[in-house]
């Protein structure tokens, strides 16, 4: 299954929201430095779905706010 994720790195509370079918914001806590939000989003994603991290993939938009990501 293929998302699109709407990126909130920085934020004060971490959250998801679901937009729609396919689209999600997810707010971390983790800035935008050294791939550390997309570390934090991955792990917020398969919280969120209840599956093992490794299962969670950027298949794009990895310097982006848009990801694509793929949960296998």
């Known amino acids: 299954m293929k998302i699109v994720v709407k990126a909130k790195p920085g934020a004060k509370i971490e959250k998801i929201e679901k937009v729609d079918g396919k689209n999600f914001t997810v ?8 791939g550390r939000a997309n570390q934090a989003i991955v792990k917020a994603l ?5 599956i093992p991290s490794s299962k969670v993939k950027i298949i794009s ?11 296998i």
């Open 61 to 71: 938009g990895y310097t982006s706010k848009q990801k694509v990501i793929e949960i």
């Open 46 to 50: 398969a919280e969120y779905f209840k």
């Open 27 to 34: 707010s971390v806590k983790e800035p935008p430095i050294k």
